[in-house]
């Protein structure tokens, strides 16, 4: 039964909701409290306030009960989650278990997500690069999904904004494909990595590898010694949560800065059903919570909305949102909510050896994790048989190894004089899938889930397209490989699902026609113009950059829109 009681509506209402705490929520929190709303940030998991809830954080590999491996009995109940490379038992707590939050896979579909303050920004692995107008431009020239509303230009100023705050580091490498930015000190290629460079750039004239860019404080900047967080110490643990802030997370950053403006009101376990639309006032009045634990409903109300619950999440809440003005989900004229959802096709990897610059080792840790090759198939003009392209990781490492065999005397001496392996490199591929109509997902006719919501339907696969991009990439990556005089070479489809990826997008599309798209080119609804989607769920197209660089910009940009329109009273 919700709870209506008149008195207390007062107390529930607000300028601004945002729904999530995780990556994009943090920047939209952050952002709007900035500018003086009070807004209320509903996150439907638990708190985990920064420092104070990263329980392993400082463990030694001892202190688990199982040296940081996830035991049998929980990869065999948790098998979606379980095949993320990221849980393990020093950060399982922080991502959600399959069997408490079931959704139905028409088509596989591995869907990983963190459901806790702070969201999956816990937990990724911090690659962030800006956008260019290939991407931008992509679908128009090439012929596929719909034209962005938004160039380079529009979200240059924005990516700048929240580079300075966030701390990316990296160079500037002059591409046209992956443009500059406002970086800290970039992490060193090491000697394998700068050669394979140098290699490329030799044999190839756009292929190129450069340092990868990624959310840690190399070198932090007054902005970010004010948010509380210091320098990274390389410590390379960070999906634990770390306790120097050395990386970009919401915990550590964005939402402690929108606690200090006294805006904000951060309410955990609350599961946003859906968003309430009043047909009299032409616009979205609030939401309705369910309470995690008691299941109880209330209602929050607000002027203006902004849905950041993750991209499929997003989806979820919209098409749950129906009136008797949108039968088929808040905003949905067009049709298109929950459809041209999109990933990266993350299925080829290679690795082989090099048994040169044996002079050099690898020291330390490198949290950036190596190097980062941009995108070069069909930048300038179509040259195979596939549209669009794929950007790749490259790193090369050497280990320390003992000689583990014979006995006694002989034994220890060998585990005392460990020696260096030859050099191991590898490479994983990060390719751009294409927005289609029959990607889509949908509410379940008959599953709910412990809340009472109808469980989300997934239908989500690969095409032909795809195929071929993997293809390509093991006979180009293995091609530059052997130029590069790497022996040993071993090409791997995994085959993998998607959304294994993590990188799910689309089904809220951005889009210049409300014919064919659900937000204009502020990601604001077309058709109900106080609600506002700034995560995954908005992408257009996919590109073959990792997205949440991209989310925080366009939800800095979207607020600031946001605040003036309210300003000009043209959303209340
Ligand atoms: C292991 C791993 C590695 C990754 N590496 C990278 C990388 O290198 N680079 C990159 O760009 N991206 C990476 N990602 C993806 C990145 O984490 C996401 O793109 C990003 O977190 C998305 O931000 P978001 O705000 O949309 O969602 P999230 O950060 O997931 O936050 C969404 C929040 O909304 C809450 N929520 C959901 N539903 C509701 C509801 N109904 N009511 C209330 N609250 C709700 C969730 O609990 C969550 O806290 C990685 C992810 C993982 C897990």
């Not at 082989?352 to 994790?369: C, I, M, Q």
């Not at 026609?513 to 506002?532: E, G, I, R, W």
């Not at 910009?553 to 043209?570: H, M, Q, T």
Request: charged share 25%; hydrophobic share 35%.
């Amino acid at each position: 039964m919700a709870n209506l009681n008149i008195d207390s509506v007062k107390q529930r209402t607000y300028d601004a909701i945002v729904i999530g705490s995780g990556i994009s929520g943090g920047w939209a929190a952050k952002e709007l409290t900035e500018k003086g709303l009070k807004t209320l940030v509903l996150e439907r998991g638990r708190e985990v306030k920064h420092n104070r809830d990263y329980p392993t954080t400082n463990m030694m590999p001892y202190e688990f009960d199982h040296r940081g491996e996830v035991p049998l009995e929980i990869r065999e109940k948790e098998p979606v989650v379980s095949r993320c490379y990221a849980f393990r038992e020093d950060a399982m707590h922080f991502f959600v278990k399959d069997s408490e939050h079931p959704y139905v896979q028409e088509k596989p579909f591995d869907w990983i997500r963190g459901y806790q303050v702070g969201g999956k920004s816990l937990l990724w692995a911090r690659q962030t690069q800006r956008w260019s107008d290939l991407d931008f431009d992509g679908p128009a020239r090439d012929g596929f999904a719909v034209d962005w509303p938004i160039r380079y230009k529009d979200l240059a100023p924005w990516y700048s904004y929240v580079e300075k705050f966030a701390g990316i580091s990296g160079n500037n490498d002059g591409l046209a494909e992956l443009p500059d930015g406002d970086f800290l000190p970039a992490y060193p290629l090491n000697s394998v990595e700068d050669y394979f460079k140098q290699k490329l750039k030799a044999n190839y004239g756009n292929r190129h590898v450069i340092s990868a860019r990624c959310a840690h404080l190399s070198k932090p900047n007054q902005v970010h010694l004010d948010q509380g967080r210091g320098q990274c110490q390389n410590r390379t643990l960070c999906q634990r949560g770390c306790p120097f802030g050395g990386y970009f997370s919401s915990n550590s950053s964005t939402l402690p800065w929108a606690e200090r403006t006294g805006n904000m009101t951060l309410l955990p376990f609350s599961v946003v059903e859906s968003v309430i639309y009043d047909e009299k006032a032409g616009k979205a009045t609030g939401v309705r919570v369910i309470d995690a634990n008691t299941k109880e409903a209330t209602e929050y109300y607000a002027k203006v909305i902004f849905v950041n619950a993750a991209a499929l999440n997003t989806n979820h809440i919209l098409l749950n949102s129906t009136s008797s003005r949108f039968p088929n989900g808040l905003g949905n004229d067009s049709g298109v909510l929950g459809k041209y959802v999109a990933f990266h096709n993350y299925r080829a990897r290679i690795s082989a050896e090099y048994d040169g610059l044996l002079e050099y080792a690898t020291d330390g840790r490198n949290p950036a994790g190596g190097g980062y090759i941009p995108r070069f198939r069909n930048l300038h003009k179509q040259e195979t048989d596939f549209l669009r392209g794929y950007a790749a990781g490259f790193s090369a490492n050497r280990y320390k190894g003992e000689d583990r065999s014979g006995f006694g005397e002989d034994l220890k001496r060998q585990l005392l004089n460990p020696s260096w392996s030859n050099w191991k490199v590898g490479s994983h591929m990060m390719g751009e899938t294409i927005p289609k109509e029959e990607n889509y997902v949908s509410l379940s006719a008959d599953k709910k889930d412990a809340w009472g919501i109808p469980q989300l339907n997934i239908s989500v696969g690969y095409d032909d397209n795809d195929e071929k991009m993997v293809k390509d990439y093991i006979e180009q990556m293995t091609e530059m490989f052997t130029k590069a005089g790497f022996t040993n070479i071993r090409a791997n489809d995994s085959k993998q699902a998607p959304g294994l990826d993590i990188h799910e997008m689309g089904g809220v599309r951005m889009g210049h026609d409300p014919k064919t798209s659900m937000l204009n080119k502020y990601n604001q609804l077309h058709a109900c113009q106080n609600v506002f989607v700034t995560d995954g769920a908005c992408m257009t197209s996919t590109s073959t950059q990792n997205p949440s660089l991209t989310y925080m910009a366009l939800a800095a940009r979207a607020v600031d829109y946001a605040v003036s329109e309210l300003k000009k009273g043209n959303l209340s």
